[in-house]
Nanobody, 122 residues
Framework: QVQLVESGGGGVQAGGSLRLSCAASGRDFSINTMGWYRQAPGKQRELVARITSGGSTNYADSVKGRFTISRDNAKNTVYLQMNSLRVEDTAVYYC????????????????WGQGTLVTVSS
């Protein structure tokens, strides 16, 4: 299986910036699409941004122009640069990855990180 570990969360003032990182580890695997999701207290988890192995990206309308997703394939790591943060961005942010592995019979599977908390204050 593939494991994902997020880092970079914390507290920041509205208008500030933060960068999240997510590193994938495991045996004999290849990553396809990676993405970031978030969940606020009492709310459903929602897609924030995603990026394919070729670098194509998609963003939620609420973060377009403020957030940038990127990846380093050599490091199996995805990043989320968050600028112009708003109070409503406060949530636990989760990393997601679609992957294939020898142990999984080369079938497409997905993995989730444990989450990292982002708190934006006014």
């Amino acid at each position: 299986q593939v494991q994902l570990v997020e880092s970079g969360g914390g507290g920041v003032q509205a208008g500030g910036s933060l960068r999240l990182s997510c590193a994938a580890s495991g045996r004999d695997f290849s990553i396809n699409t990676m993405g970031w999701y978030r969940q606020a207290p009492g709310k459903q988890r929602e897609l924030v941004a995603r990026i394919t192995s070729g670098g194509s990206t998609n963003y939620a309308d609420s973060v377009k122009g403020r957030f940038t997703i990127s990846r380093d394939n050599a490091k199996n790591t995805v990043y989320l640069q968050m600028n112009s943060l708003r109070v409503e961005d406060t949530a636990v942010y989760y990393c997601n990855a679609d992957y294939r592995s020898v142990a999984g019979g080369l079938r497409l599977k997905d993995a989730w990180g444990q989450g990292t908390l982002v708190t934006v204050s006014s």
